[in-house]
């Protein structure tokens, strides 16, 4: 297991719960017509083709962030506004809420992404709540993961505390990044007449900083710096 993600793992305190996600984080499978389907590591997927977490590592930082605004979250309810919330359930729920995306995407020559034969007949809410189900998740956990869209893009509203802070965490950390990914690609366009593609998060705060400190001259060269450091293509 990636070990950002064991960590993550180590807050759920109830032990039962704790062992059925880690064997999903070992065995992120999925059975449908009697055929297996697995997807790429998940240290390697993205967690998003285009606008947000495109990118290599993407899955792994949108997990790890989402978790971590969620569990921001849960402590200003508990100390602020003196609500109860379950962790257990929401840091289940956002380790878990995207963990058959990569089942949904496969690598081009170009090193872009596009969806997989499973994801054109599956959306990856579909096969990780199907899925929760056969492995007997408590009902609690599988709402806050069905939930994570939201009433308007996906099935049904959060209706728990629980499932509206995953969902509040996910689209903050969505929008955060595929925001700085927007403009990171916007800057070196405008600065060199060509997009850079495939941008880590790592990248695309480069740029943007660069742009606040240096100006165009200094997106330019960061723009350049990025791609001196890239293998070149063959």
């Known amino acids: 297991m990636h070990p950002q993600l064991e960590k993550l793992v180590n807050k759920i305190k109830d032990e039962t719960l704790r062992e059925k996600v880690t064997q999903f984080l070992e065995n992120p499978a999925i059975e449908v017509g009697g055929k297996v389907y697995t997807g790429m590591p998940l240290d390697i997927s993205p967690a998003g083709m285009s606008r947000h977490h495109s990118y290599p590592g993407g899955f ?8 971590e605004i969620a569990l921001n979250l849960c402590n200003i309810i508990e100390r602020i506004y ?4 379950d962790r257990d359930l929401v840091v289940s729920g956002t380790i878990l809420h995207d963990i058959f995306k990569p089942l949904t995407y496969q690598v081009e020559e170009n090193g872009t992404y596009r969806s997989t034969p499973l994801a054109e007949r599956l959306d990856h809410l579909t096969l990780i709540v199907s899925e929760m189900v056969r492995r007997d998740f408590p009902l609690d956990l599988i709402h806050v993961v069905c939930a994570h ?3 308007e893009a996906g099935p049904i509203w959060p209706r728990t505390i629980e499932a509206l802070v995953c969902h509040l965490a996910d689209i903050t950390d969505s929008r955060l990044n595929g925001e700085v990914l927007r403009a990171a690609r916007y800057l070196s366009r405008e600065a060199t007449g060509e997009e850079l593609d495939m941008v880590s998060s790592k990248e695309a705060f480069e740029v943007v ?14 723009v350049e710096k990025i ?3 890239r293998p070149r293509a063959p």
């Open 149 to 151: 869209h939201g009433g």
């Open 209 to 222: 900083h660069s742009k606040v400190v240096e100006g165009w001259d200094g997106v330019k060269k960061t």
């Open 82 to 85: 003196h609500g109860k919330v």
């Open 60 to 67: 792994i930082e949108h997990v790890v962030a989402t978790t």
């Open 227 to 229: 791609r001196q450091k």
